[in-house]
């Protein structure tokens, strides 16, 4: 008993970089219909622009201030979010006119430009690389499990912003009109929005989250790759299917699930059955409810 | 002063002929009735005057100032409000968000769109009592109270409005064009596209009949009112004179 609730601590910590990662997928899709296959590169570019930044700031001292971490990570999040917010403006936007399945597979072309970007650039390549900073190990126990304060910290800040997305779609004017774009463009831009720049604030805080998210895998995981973000995205937007694409509480509620059934999954079959897993999880979600578990609420559905 | 003018203007779906060489014009504070059969060209004359489509040949004009590239969404914050064919309002969003959305473009500060808010649902008491509710489980009737009352929510300098009364009951109808008389009686301008031919003369100081894409008739409604020709343009007839 003790093990399987240390499996869901494990789990909700996982859900966090899921949730945020799936946020993005979420947003971009609700608002383009359109399943941004480049969002996990957003994630693994910000990884490693934050290792050359946290590489350059603290030089030789792998205890970094916290603050340091926290600037450098806000920092990251506003480069990340003009990256996709770039890929929008270069690539989606210009094909907007075109076939939804067009800007897919241009999606997974940017992808995987991203990718073999990062790996033959000079300072990053294909192997394995320490991230320059790591959490210190002290923490606290719950049940026989140790968890320790960075793990706390990342699941309390993924936890603020989602929340911080929840409010901004949910109350603020400029999120009743990514709702509004959203359902009808043409409508909306007849109410005085202007639905490209909605659009690309949209595609700024996806990318954002993708940043925060990148930076706190590495400084807990203490490595990045090149391929990181493929994995990552697979499974950020399978949460983000699971509970109901499109809509902001189910991105966060079906990283969190996917994250507790792939820890308790792993826990009973092994680390290498993460991803059977997480689609397993995924099938079995859709076979019961297509629109993914909060899918038919629409109130929130941007 | 001219609040809108259109000056031989062309509008192409492709090859498909939407209009061609439309001229009229609106006077500030002036109701003006568009009429014509279905598929005259009424509604594609609203949409390249909010810059949904964009003509082929012609200029537009608003308060003297020519629309020539200006995007939709400028437009309305210009000034100009189209409340299109078929309703479209947000049905995922609640009534209160869609009133909201409609001072979007102009009523930027909270106090300003709270204060509107208040002197739109004095017009229409029945949204108030929904507010809260999502557009989408209003009835059709309801949904277009709610198109128009959104559109109210931006104060527009100009209102264009297509269909007012399709599926409303006649006491709705009643209320609406009381309303659209009452925002003309307080300066805003109104181009009014509308098949109940009657209920339009009737609040219209003038009107312009179009067919199959061009400008056939117009004049002042007292006057097209009693003009044969009139019912020939919805009769498919030709009609040459213009009134
Ligand atoms: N999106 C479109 N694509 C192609 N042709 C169009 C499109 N919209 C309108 N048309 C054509 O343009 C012409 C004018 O249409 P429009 O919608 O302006 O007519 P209308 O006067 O508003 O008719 P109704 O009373 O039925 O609303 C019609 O011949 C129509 O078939
Ligand atoms: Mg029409």
Known sequence: ?302 | MKALELNDVSVFYGAVRGVEGVSLYVDEGEIVALLGANGAGKSTVLKAVSGLIHPRHGTISFFGEPFAKLSAHRRVIGGLVHVPEGRRIFTTLTIGENLELGAYGTQRSRTERAQRLGEVLALFPLLEQHFERLAGTLSGGEQQVLAIARAMMSNPRVLMIDEPSLGLDPQKVDIVYDMLEEVAALGTTVLLVEQNVALALEIASRAYVLQQGSVVLSGRSASLAQDSRLSDAYLGKATHDHG
């Open chain 1, 1 to 302: 008993m003790s093990l399987f609730l240390n499996e869901i601590g494990n789990g909700i910590f996982l859900g966090a970089f899921f949730g945020l990662v799936a946020l993005g997928y979420s947003m971009v899709y609700g608002i383009l219909r359109l399943i941004n296959f480049a969002h996990g590169d957003f994630y693994m570019v910000a990884a490693f622009v934050s290792y050359t930044i946290l590489g350059a700031v603290i030089v030789g001292n792998s205890h970094a201030q916290w603050w340091t971490v926290a600037w450098v990570g806000l920092v990251v999040m506003i480069i990340t979010g003009g990256l996709a917010m770039l890929a929008n403006q270069l690539i989606y936007r210009p094909m907007r006119r075109a076939a939804i399945l067009s800007l897919m597979i241009a999606a997974i072309g940017l992808s995987q430009v991203l990718e073999n970007g990062v790996l033959v650039a000079p300072q990053w390549g294909a192997t394995y690389l320490v991230y320059p900073v790591t959490t210190p190990p002290s923490g606290f126990n719950l049940g026989s499990n140790h968890y320790t304060w960075g793990q706390l910290i990342i699941v309390l800040i993924s936890g603020l912003l989602a929340l911080g997305v929840y409010f901004l779609v949910g109350r603020t004017l400029l999120g009743k009109a990514m709702r509004a774009v959203s359902e009808d463009r043409i409508a909306a831009v007849l109410m005085g929005i202007n639905v490209d720049l909605v659009i690309a604030i949209v595609f700024f805080i996806g990318g954002a989250l993708a940043g925060a998210a990148a930076v706190m895998t590495g400084v807990y995981y203490g490595q990045i790759n090149y391929l990181m973000g493929f994995t990552v995205g697979l499974e950020a937007f399978t949460a983000a299917v699971l509970g109901g694409i499109g809509n902001i509480g189910g991105a966060v509620v079906g990283g969190l699930i996917l994250g507790i059934v792939q820890s308790i999954g792993t826990g009973i079959f092994g680390a290498e059955w993460a991803i059977v897993v997480a689609f397993g999880a995924l099938v079995l979600m859709l076979w019961f409810r297509p629109t993914g578990l909060l899918g038919e609420r629409v109130a929130r559905r941007m």
